[in-house]
């Protein structure tokens, strides 16, 4: 059986100019809360959208990151970006009460926003990140929501 002796990306050979360095993010980030509410009338209609925070294209979305949707004004809740309005999220409202796109050690995990969101490309500077409405509201409501990630 070979015996190996392997680094983590946190830990590479500060001498050997040749292996990708540790990442900011990565290493040294320190974790960023934002928690806001959004509110939407009854007669809000299909296609309104509601501008909830501006996040660095490459940050990393922490698994902390929630929205409280049982009290929202829509049946269908989309969350992601103003020209990509399902990237984050796109479920029932009676799915469950509490939306958590980002979860320990899940696919997205350790993933830059831009990756998160499904972009080719790291677009560079903030990302707004959206809700939408597909259809009209049921009802007024609001949304609380926390957005935490990892920057340097």
């Avoid at 009338?41 to 501006?54: C, I, K, R, V």
């Avoid at 830059?112 to 707004?128: K, Y």
Wanted: a negative charge; aromatic letters at 8%; glycine letters at 8%.
């Amino acid at each position: 059986m070979a015996v190996v002796e392997v680094k983590s990306n946190l830990k590479p050979d500060y001498l050997d100019a040749s292996v990708r360095q540790p990442d900011p993010v990565e290493v040294a980030a320190r974790k960023i809360f934002a928690n806001g509410n959004v509110a939407n009338e009854a007669t809000d209609s299909a296609l309104s959208t509601y501008h909830l925070f501006d996040l660095p294209s490459d940050c990393i979305l922490a698994e902390e990151t929630f929205f409280k949707v049982d009290g929202w004004g829509f049946a269908q809740i989309q969350i992601g970006t103003e020209t990509d309005p399902t990237a984050l999220v796109d479920q029932t409202k009676a799915t469950e009460a509490i939306v958590t796109p980002i979860a320990n050690g899940d696919a997205n995990h350790a993933k830059r926003l831009w990756e998160v969101l499904g972009m080719a490309s790291d677009p560079g500077g903030n990302i707004g990140i959206y809700a939408s409405a597909v259809a009209g509201a049921t009802g007024a409501g609001a949304m609380t929501f926390q957005l935490a990630h990892l920057y340097h």
